[in-house]
């Protein structure tokens, strides 16, 4: 039986990659949903269908293919009650209308005026968010407790509850995963290994010009450290080696070919 995964962890640490590189090893349909905008909305009850219903679509319309697919929920701790109660609707009610559908449940979906029956019987929902602070929960109780050690290993649903989730849907939520923040390290490795590094599509990028874009090992360590200092993970790169090479992006095609080699006081000029 399929078991829901909750991941707590800080902006831009994979949360949504690992989720959809799930999917694509495992060979299903993969939607990513913004939770934050379902509690903008008056009627949640139809906005937690129009999940099943971009399910319906990447799935080419196929109930059978959607209803193996992969749900991730992003943002889910925007809607704890506490935060968003002041809002038409209340967080509560957001949360009400996901248990529902992550349930497990037959459910009708409208496409147009044909109307489509669906289980989400066997669709993994994976919800992630930062949970900001949870850890300072978790700390209070252990240490009421008696408790010592990572305040990851001690995480029960009993502390989200605290947080502002709904107990009964966090119990859909059997698996709890907790991310780090990504380290220097890790920003480095992903500059240089990752495929869907922006450092290889802007190498490629330039190779297209005859230009041989090379950064030396401290120019790539100080971007990551930048990175690491404004605390958005592996999506900040991509914002600090395009300051980096904006300028050269117009500069040099077209006027400049050879090795174009990008060095650590290089990138300390270019982002001041």
């Given at each position: 039986?399929?078991?829901?995964?909750?991941?707590?962890?800080?902006?831009?640490?994979?949360?949504?990659?690992?989720?959809?590189?799930?999917?694509?090893?495992?060979?299903?349909?993969?939607?990513?949903?913004?939770?934050?905008?379902?509690?903008?909305?008056?009627?949640?009850?139809?906005?937690?269908?129009?999940?099943?219903?971009?399910?319906?679509?990447?799935?080419?319309?196929?109930?059978?293919?959607?209803?193996?697919?992969?749900?991730?929920?992003?943002?889910?701790?925007?809607?704890?009650?506490?935060?968003?109660?002041?809002?038409?609707?209340?967080?509560?009610?957001?949360?009400?209308?996901?248990?529902?559908?992550?349930?497990?449940?037959?459910?009708?979906?409208?496409?147009?005026?044909?109307?489509?029956?669906?289980?989400?019987?066997?669709?993994?929902?994976?919800?992630?968010?930062?949970?900001?602070n949870l850890d300072d929960i978790v700390k209070k109780r252990m240490a009421g407790q008696g408790l010592k050690g990572h305040w990851q290993d001690y995480l029960i649903t009993d502390d989200l509850v605290a947080f502002?989730?709904?107990?009964?849907?966090?119990?859909?939520?059997?698996?709890?995963?907790?991310?780090?923040?990504?380290?220097?390290?890790?920003?480095?490795?992903?500059?240089?290994?990752?495929?869907?590094?922006?450092?290889?599509?802007?190498?490629?990028?330039?190779?297209?010009?005859?230009?041989?874009?090379?950064?030396?090992?401290?120019?790539?360590?100080?971007?990551?450290?930048?990175?690491?200092?404004?605390?958005?993970?592996?999506?900040?790169?991509?914002?600090?080696?395009?300051?980096?090479?904006?300028?050269?992006?117009?500069?040099?095609?077209?006027?400049?070919?050879?090795?174009?080699?990008?060095?650590?006081?290089?990138v300390e000029e270019r982002l001041g």
């Open positions: 039986p399929k078991a829901n995964i909750l991941i707590i962890g800080p902006t831009g640490c994979g949360k949504t990659y690992t989720s959809e590189t799930a999917s694509q090893l495992v060979g299903v349909s993969f939607v990513h949903e913004d939770i934050t905008k379902f509690s903008e909305v008056g009627y949640v009850g139809q906005n937690a269908s129009d999940i099943l219903v971009d399910l319906l679509l990447v799935s080419g319309g196929n109930p059978h293919v959607a209803q193996m697919g992969i749900v991730y929920l992003d943002e889910i701790d925007k809607i704890a009650t506490e935060i968003i109660a002041y809002k038409d609707v209340s967080g509560k009610g957001v949360q009400k209308g996901l248990l529902h559908m992550v349930d497990g449940t037959e459910n009708t979906v409208h496409i147009g005026k044909e109307r489509i029956s669906l289980s989400t019987k066997h669709v993994l929902f994976i919800a992630g968010g930062a949970f900001e502002g989730m709904e107990r009964q849907l966090m119990g859909r939520f059997p698996v709890k995963v907790v991310y780090d923040q990504l380290t220097k390290q890790d920003l480095k490795d992903i500059l240089i290994k990752s495929e869907g590094s922006a450092l290889l599509s802007y190498i490629n990028d330039f190779k297209a010009w005859g230009i041989d874009l090379v950064f030396t090992n401290s120019a790539l360590a100080e971007i990551a450290r930048r990175a690491e200092k404004e605390g958005t993970g592996a999506r900040g790169l991509i914002n600090i080696i395009h300051r980096v090479l904006l300028e050269d992006m117009y500069r040099l095609p077209g006027s400049y070919t050879g090795e174009f080699v990008v060095n650590q006081n290089y």
